[in-house]
């Protein structure tokens, strides 16, 4: 979206358009913020009636969709806005601006892998089961039980030893 014609005046339908799409962009971010200011103040009354291990299920889950909601505005929106807004800089004579934007395309890849690896990284039980799947670090749970397994096997062979 060009905003300036070749003569060098303004096109003002181009620049309403544009004004128009950023205060849709803004509204967006406004009511996502809201919502989630909303929704932490809610929960924080309701976790009161749940169990110690919901509240910190619930807990992991809202960071989360935290970490969900900035992914896009990290990896998509704001690389995006300079390549965007430059067109709306007037650049006369002999300036010009010739940007490579290989580096737009990485971060808009970078982003599938950061939404799901951040959620895995972020609710306990899916990092224990993939530190025990493919770590092989058993969970604290699984330590015990091979502790005590271990122990009976002592126990059994030193009283059917003799």
């Known amino acids: ?6 003569d060098g ?8 358009y544009l004004g128009s799409a950023g205060s849709i962009v ?3 971010y406004a009511i996502i913020i809201y919502c989630g200011f909303q929704m932490h103040f809610e929960m924080k009354k ?8 919901n ?18 505005t990290i990896f998509i929106f704001l690389p995006a806005i300079p390549v965007l807004l430059v067109p709306l800089i007037p650049l006369g004579g002999e300036y010009r601006i010739d940007w490579q934007t290989g580096w737009l395309f990485s971060l808009i890849g970078a982003y599938p892998p950061f ?7 972020i609710v306990v039980e899916y990092k224990k089961v993939i530190k025990s799947r493919y770590f092989n670090i058993p969970s604290k749970a699984e330590k015990t039980a ?10 059994n062979k030193l009283m059917y030893s003799t």
């Open 1 to 6: 979206m060009v905003t300036y014609a070749s």
């Open 146 to 155: 091979s502790d005590k397994n271990k122990s009976r096997k002592k126990i």
């Open 115 to 121: 939404d799901s690896i951040s959620f895995m990284i």
């Open 55 to 72: 509240r910190k299920l619930q807990k992991q889950f809202f960071k989360a969709l935290i970490f969900q909601s900035l992914g896009p």
């Open 9 to 16: 005046s303004v096109r003002w339908s181009n620049l309403a």
């Open 46 to 53: 309701g976790l009161k009636n749940f169990s110690v291990a």
């Open 26 to 28: 803004f509204s967006h």
